[in-house]
């Protein structure tokens, strides 16, 4: 995917090509249906997805390091 095509690329497409590339070693979570400037309101789905760079266990242990690492918000 060449930089001009990122502007015209859905949120999915951007995914699969972050997914695809062999050099991505990440997890992205995003929700699963587009919102495209609403703002959040009720529950949302959401998927994790990963490439073959990283295996469902260290994931899952990554995750989990996240979730540790964000505090409550005082409202």
């Not at 469902?56 to 918000?73: F, H, K, M, Q, W």
Request: avoid cysteine.
């Amino acid at each position: 995917m060449k930089s001009s095509e990122l502007a015209f690329a859905s949120s999915r497409e951007l995914v699969d090509e972050l997914i695809r590339r062999q050099s991505f070693l990440g997890v992205i979570i995003h929700a699963v249906q587009e919102t495209r400037g609403q703002e959040w309101s009720g529950n949302k789905d959401f998927q994790v997805r990963f490439n073959e760079n990283l295996d469902a266990e260290t994931v899952s242990r990554l995750l989990n390091i996240v979730a540790d690492g964000i505090a409550p918000s005082d409202k």
